[in-house]
């Protein structure tokens, strides 16, 4: 995720990065510029004035029709983008979860049970980095440690690995209350916070499993599509050759929110602008050692 400051104007306006949505759309405006060009060519030069008549008319249309796609593209956009927030909000309730379990867990154990402390100060950091490479559908990235957990090392890739994390830490809870090292009550409080993370997780997947529906994705691009190769048609014998920088500026707006809005609908992809997983998982990892 970039970060930057948004009083900076000047350095936004003139700075270009790999998400920036001009360098992902030049191919496509010089392909429709030069269209536009053409279009304009036969329209000027072989049209009679009885068609130009007619063309101009056209222009209402797409008056009426760019509010439309106007009113579509902002729902797009919207809805994007709360899909990207409600998985910032999902990540920050994990790195609260995290926190709050460490910290349960460091008062309640024994401080000479160094072996439950190095155990759950390696399982709960898993969890996070766990569920960021399944939601990124990439081989798990175990975390490195001196200490070696076997249980640890039971997690099977081809299965749903934060589930089987999740496991792992609940399984080693209920023999700490068997063993008499915390109580019933206790037990309770910790499975309430374990419980958080599968929970969690199948919000996380929600939003990764479930896109926009493709007849509404595909609507708007058809629409778009038509809406701009149309417009040199409309607005040549209004503009003349002014008509293919206008084109293309129309088409640069409107394919831009669409690609914004692709980018930030998933946002535990591997984007400038998705949400900084990695960062997040490492940050849980610092707070656990802390506490723990």
Known sequence: MRIYDPKNWFGILFQFHKSDTLRKLSVLILIISIY???????????FSANTETHLKNLSLLHGLLGFALSLLLVFRTNTAYDRWWE??????????????????????????DEDARNFFRKAIPLYATTLKSHLQAEVTRYMLDEIDH?????????KHAPNQVAGIMMTRIFMMHKRGVITGEELLTLNADITAFTDICGACERIKNTPIPYSYSAFIKKFLFVYVMTLPVAYTFSLGYWVVPVVAIVFYVLGSLELIAEEIEDPFGKDSNDLPMDKISDNIRKHIAEIL
Request: aromatic content about 6%; cysteine-free.
């Open 36 to 46: 536009s060009a053409g279009i304009a060519f036969i329209e000027l030069d072989y």
């Open 150 to 158: 076997p249980e640890l090392k039971k997690v099977d890739i081809d």
């Open 87 to 112: 998985g910032r909000k999902l990540w920050g309730a994990l790195v609260n979860n995290s926190r709050n379990l460490a910290l349960k867990l460091n008062a309640l154990l024994p401080h000479g």
